[in-house]
T-cell receptor, first 115, second 118 residues
């Protein structure tokens, strides 16, 4: 069975601070995909990034960066110089590489950026 | 391009009534997903279709729930009879699927249908 754990239920930081959202996953598959989605107050989920289990390179996109460590089964997400617009619920998700497209989501981390 | 379109955005109904939620996926997408979001259980996959065929319905809670995809551009999720514990936000999502090009796994979500059963 697959499982995604986001231990941080809620985080609040002051604007311009850096913040890291943790994600730990469990899977028996040798190949899989990891994702981060953002759910802003408007409600719809927005795709942020996908990572293949073969590729452990960290990725940076503007103020966002992702740290994938297979050894610890973690896929953490860091926002640098946070902004109020970053306030949202962030979900980590996992899918198998073997034909089934279903995503298993974590319970989400509600991030509040205080102006 | 239009995104995933869901209707209604909000539905308030009384226990025992039939509820039908509708979804129009993004044109050209081969896979369609129905998710339910609640505070207690988070995001749960109810069912997903590939090329209009149900692939995995293991998340459908019970016989009161049914989903159909009569064609590539339309899907419904029906609850009959509805109960207060069905109150949730129901999301529809679509993706290119594995046959629609390089697999990305990216799901495109609709804005959700917020259901309240009194």
């Amino acid at each position: 069975a697959q499982k995604v754990t986001q231990a941080q239920t809620e985080i609040s930081v002051v604007e311009k601070e850096d913040v890291t959202l943790d994600c730990v996953y469990e899977t028996r598959d040798t190949t899989y995909y990891l994702f981060w989605y953002k759910q802003p107050p408007s409600g719809e989920l927005v795709f942020l990034i996908r990572r293949n289990s073969f590729d452990e390179q960290n990725e940076i996109s503007g103020r966002y960066s992702w740290n994938f460590q297979k050894s610890t089964s973690s896929f953490n997400f860091t926002i640098t110089a946070s902004q109020v617009v970053d306030s949202a619920v962030y979900f980590c998700a996992l899918s198998s590489n073997f034909g089934n497209e279903k995503l298993t989501f974590g319970t989400g981390t509600r991030l509040t950026i205080i102006p | 391009d239009a995104g995933v379109i869901q209707s209604p955005r909000h539905e308030v109904t009384e226990m025992g009534q039939e509820v039908t939620l509708r979804c129009k996926p993004i044109s050209g997408h081969n896979s369609l997903f129905w998710y339910r979001q609640t505070m207690m259980r988070g995001l749960e996959l109810l069912i997903y279709f590939n090329n209009n065929v149900p692939i995995d319905d293991s998340g459908m809670p019970e016989d009161r729930f049914s989903a159909k995809m009569p064609n590539a551009s339309f899907s419904t999720l029906k609850i009959q009879p509805s109960e207060p514990r069905d109150s949730a936000v129901y999301f529809c999502a679509s993706s290119r699927g594995r046959a629609g090009g390089p697999y990305t796994g990216e799901l495109f979500f609709g804005e959700g249908s917020r259901l309240t059963v009194l």
